[in-house]
Nanobody, 123 residues
Framework: QVQLVESGGGLVQAGDSLRLSCAAS????????MGWFRQAPGKEREFVSG???????AYADSVKGRFTISRDNAKNTVYLQMNSLKPEETAVYYC?????????????????WGQGTQVTVSS
């Protein structure tokens, strides 16, 4: 069992930066693929970024070059650094985890979800 707690969301202006954190409880964090998803009102939950056990990363095309995912296995924490934020990226951002290899890319393969953190980007 893994519990995920996100933090770092907030209200920012377009072009600003935020860093989201996701702290995981439970054992064997290093054996979990981790990911970030987001869901805007009236839209489906979508993949933002993922990181493998060996810290290989992947990003949605819309965030490449602006967002950076990382993990600190000693702290059981995964981060999402978001730069040059856009108003259309306003959403609830969710941390996700599943055991095993590869990139966690789809909501239906997620084993554990955090409660979400709101990111609002004003124009």
């Amino acid at each position: 069992q893994v519990q995920l707690v996100e933090s770092g969301g907030g209200l920012v202006q377009a072009g600003d930066s935020l860093r989201l954190s996701c702290a995981a409880s439970g054992r064997s964090f290093s054996s979990y693929a981790m990911g970030w998803f987001r869901q805007a009102p009236g839209k489906e939950r979508e993949f933002v970024s993922g990181i493998t056990l060996s810290s290989t990363t992947a990003y949605a095309d819309s965030v490449k070059g602006r967002f950076t995912i990382s993990r600190d296995n000693a702290k059981n924490t995964v981060y999402l650094q978001m730069n040059s934020l856009k108003p259309e990226e306003t959403a609830v951002y969710y941390c996700a985890a599943r055991p095993g290899f590869g990139i966690l890319r789809r909501p239906d393969e997620t084993a554990y979800w955090g409660q979400g953190t709101q990111v609002t980007v004003s124009s």
